[in-house]
T-cell receptor, first 114, second 115 residues
Framework: DADVTQTPRNRITKTGKRIMLECSQT?????MYWYRQDPGLGLRLIYY???????NKGEISDGYSVSRQAQAKFSLSLESAIPNQTALYFC?????????????FGPGTRLTVL | AQSVTQPDIHITVSEGASLELRCNYS??????LFWYVQSPGQGLQLLLK??????LVQGIKGFEAEFKRSQSSFNLRKPSVHWSDAAEYFC?????????????FGRGTSLIVHP
């Protein structure tokens, strides 16, 4: 089984709809991240969480919110989706105690907002 | 603030040819440096990482990278490319552990392999 899972893998929604992307991990890591990937722009950080009680905005948090329900779960919500939020979304984890803070990525969620 | 530049958006090589993907970083102290690979339809997988010590780092799938402090570079190399290496490659720079480590990614280089 995958260590970092994301659901759904693909989602098509309409402008104005609220949607939630979910991320679960079995690695026991403290830190979790949400990124979006757009062609030519690489990965941009939306939100990150260093533990259940710690939530921080990334560089492009406007229009998004997150919830860290447990150490293993980190959800990303789009309160009112708009077309320019069409992108590939990745969840990642890392271990605070590790020497290199390597990140482990989920398979991604492809979101299309019509 | 740290930053990463990958100057090449696309690189095309023939199968069996050598490969070098460029990465330049900006960071005020000794960085953590990473190369990740993203195969089509997949998430990112770590290829290799550098923290300290030997500046030539070996990774998975036959890749290596060399840290050159004087050039602020961490270029990825492979002596002989296979068709399965066609993917998107991302360089990333991070801060030292224990702090508020948030890695910064480059925009990626897309590798195309011709038979």
């Amino acid at each position: 089984d995958a260590d970092v899972t994301q659901t759904p893998r693909n989602r098509i929604t309409k402008t104005g709809k609220r949607i939630m992307l979910e991320c679960s991990q079995t690695k026991g890591h403290d830190r979790m991240y949400w990124y979006r990937q757009d062609p030519g722009l690489g990965l941009r950080l939306i939100y990150y969480s260093f533990d259940v009680k710690d939530i921080n905005k990334g560089e492009i948090s406007d229009g998004y919110s997150v919830s860290r329900q447990a150490q293993a779960k980190f959800s990303l919500s789009l309160e009112s989706a708009i077309p320019n939020q069409t992108a590939l979304y990745f969840c990642a984890t890392s271990d605070r105690s590790g020497n290199f803070n390597e990140q482990f990525f989920g398979p991604g969620t492809r979101l299309t907002v019509l | 603030a740290q930053s990463v530049t990958q100057p090449d958006i696309h690189i095309t090589v023939s199968e069996g040819a050598s490969l070098e993907l460029r990465c330049n970083y900006s960071y005020g102290a000794t960085p953590y440096l990473f190369w990740y690979v993203q195969s089509p339809g997949q998430g990112l997988q770590l290829l290799l990482k550098y923290f300290s010590g030997d500046t030539l780092v070996q990774g998975i799938k036959g890749f290596e990278a060399e840290f050159k402090r004087s050039q602020s570079s961490f270029n990825l190399r492979k002596p002989s490319v296979h068709w399965s290496d066609a993917a998107e490659y991302f360089c990333a720079v991070g801060a030292r552990p224990g702090g508020s480590y948030i890695p910064t990614f480059g925009r990626g280089t897309s590798l195309i392999v011709h038979p």
